[in-house]
């Protein structure tokens, strides 16, 4: 086992996830976790790291470190998009952060110019943010509200937790500078969709914030509620759920317009964001609407659905590769699926009241 090795998997694990291609991407990641664990850097403390004139060794292990905290941050995402259980468990790993080493780990841009700053169109490997932090938190969302145990939780114990993590979302969303802090909603996502890798960077971020925010609060529906007529439960505790319910429906259609900007701005290179973030966001839209299918904003919302998938549709993808042609093609024909679904119990749910006032 050697840092190169741990290196070499990463990369074919980061080009397979950003392909599209989760299978092998989860197979590289196994691999990937294993072995930074054999090398001892998920337990490791840098000691005296000197930032001014770090020695051969202290800069082994800071960067074996920062390959941990990869290795971390990619597994608490799989864990949350696919349901399969970490492998990288919180209570066998060391989580403190040396002091002068790097607390977040980016994703580099495939630059094709020296001048950073005056490269256009350049995201061939997308700048994905790893927030530290925000693997942290995705790691209790896992465990609070998706674990078999979660499962298990009484609904007054799932409230307790969707709050909890709530909080600690929103207490990472202030700790960011103002000008890059992420919004439930905004006036123009245009704005967040640059044409250099900051800006995408501070994109994916708001992506990444919405998307936690769906699902932190989505857990609310399967809450159990044992009582005959849902009067019966405490008006506070239900004022909750309702809460919980439109935010999670909030941060879903402002995914789907930071979506469309992103589509408009950079067609083909919004390929990643759209397989990652589209299908959780459609499905919270459209549950709604199965639920409520009478709601006035059904309509809306469905309007919403059809316009990102005519865009997805009409993406450029010339450029992309067959397997993530084919990917599109499956969200996209997900998505619209789901507009079937919304569509009917919003035209049967008409036909009933139709029914019933005649």
Request: hydrophobic share 40%.
């Amino acid at each position: 086992m050697s840092l190169d090795i741990l290196i070499t998997v990463l990369l074919l694990q980061t080009q397979y996830s950003l392909s599209g291609n989760w299978q092998d991407a989860a197979f590289y990641h196994s691999i990937a976790c294993r072995t930074v664990c054999a090398l001892g850097y998920h337990i490791s403390v840098l000691p005296d790291y000197d930032a001014t004139a770090p020695s051969l060794e202290q800069r082994r292990s800071c960067h074996g470190r920062m390959l941990f905290w990869l290795c971390y941050t990619s597994d608490k995402d799989l864990a949350l998009h696919t349901g399969v259980p970490p492998l990288l468990i919180d209570e066998f790993c060391d989580l403190s952060l040396p002091q002068d080493c790097p607390s977040t780990i980016d994703l580099p841009s495939l630059i094709t110019s020296s001048d950073h700053d005056e490269t256009d169109h350049v995201y061939a490997m997308p700048p994905l943010p790893r927030d530290i932090r925000l693997g942290q938190i995705k790691e209790r969302i896992c465990r609070l509200l998706y674990s078999p145990r979660a499962f298990k939780d009484f609904d007054s114990q799932i409230l307790l937790n969707i709050r909890h993590l709530d909080d600690q979302i929103e207490h990472w969303r202030l700790s960011l500078p103002s000008p890059q802090r992420p919004a439930l909603m905004s006036s123009s996502f245009s704005n967040l969709v640059g044409s250099r890798a900051k800006d995408m960077r501070y994109a994916y971020q708001h992506l990444e914030y919405l998307y936690l925010m769906v699902v932190v609060h989505m857990a609310v529906r399967r809450f159990r509620v044992t009582s005959t007529d849902i009067s019966d439960i405490a008006e506070d505790r239900h004022r909750l759920i309702h809460s919980s319910v439109d935010i999670s429906l909030e941060a879903s259609r402002s995914i789907f317009g930071c979506l469309k900007a992103m589509i408009n701005a950079l067609s083909e290179e919004a390929f990643w964001p759209v397989v990652r973030y589209a299908t959780p966001a459609a499905i919270t839209l459209v549950l709604n609407m199965l639920v409520h299918p009478l709601n006035e904003q059904g309509q809306h919302d469905l309007e919403l659905l059809i316009s990102v998938s005519n865009l997805i549709r009409c993406m450029t993808t010339s450029t992309l590769a067959p397997s993530e042609v084919a990917c599109i093609k499956d969200t996209n024909s997900f998505v619209m699926e789901l507009v079937f679904l919304g569509t009917c119990a919003m035209r049967k749910a008409g036909r009933e009241e139709e029914d019933h006032g005649t």
